[in-house]
C-alpha cells in the first residue's frame, strides 16, 4: 500500500503505550501491508506499528527469519504476549529501523515462545532460536516503549543521541540543498 515514514529516537512517540486490537478489520489488513512495504523499503526484518507512529499492539518479522519458504508473507503478532523465554543468554549487535546506522550488543535468552493473533483473526503460538527469537524480543519490547537504548549506559545513550541528531541534520541541510532552484 504504501511506504511511511519511520519514527526515528529520540522522538517520543516510540514510547508511547500501544493499545490491544479488537478484530481484524480492513484498517487492520491496510495497516499490515503498510508496515511490509516500510519494512522492506527500509531493508529490516522486523517492525512494530509503533515504529511508523500508529501505537497499536501489532508487529511483523520477515518470514524468511522465521524459517519460512522465500516469497511467502511476513509473519504479523497481533497482541502478542510472552508464553516464556529460555535458554542461554546470547550477546549479539543489534539494528533498528528507529536508530539507523547504530548497532549495540544486546543479551538477550537465546529461545522465545508468543502466543499471538494471526491476520486471519486465529491465535497462534511461535518458537524461536537465534536471530528469530531475538526478533520476536525485539520487536516485543517495542510494544512496551523499550528501546536498545535501554540496554546501554548513559555515556552510550548520549553518544547514540548525538550520532541521530547528527545525521536527522544532515539530512535536512541535504533535503534543502535539493529544494533550490539553480536558476
Known sequence: M???????????????PTKAIAEITDEVRSLYRDLVDTMYAYEGVGIAAIQIGVPLKMFLVDARVAGQAEGTDPLAFINPEVVGL??????MDEGCLSFPGIYVPIERPGHAHLRAMGLDGKIFEAEGDELYGRCMQHEFDHLSGKLMVDFV???KKRMIKKRLEK?????????????HDHA
Open 167 to 179: 545525521a536527522a541534520a544532515d539530512d535536512h541541510v541535504h533535503d534543502d540543498n535539493c529544494h
Open 153 to 155: 549506559g548513559p555515556l
Open 2 to 16: 504504501a511506504v511511511r515514514p519511520i519514527v526515528v529516537w529520540p522522538d517520543s512517540r516510540l514510547r508511547e
Open 86 to 91: 529460555s535458554g542461554s543468554r546470547q550477546r
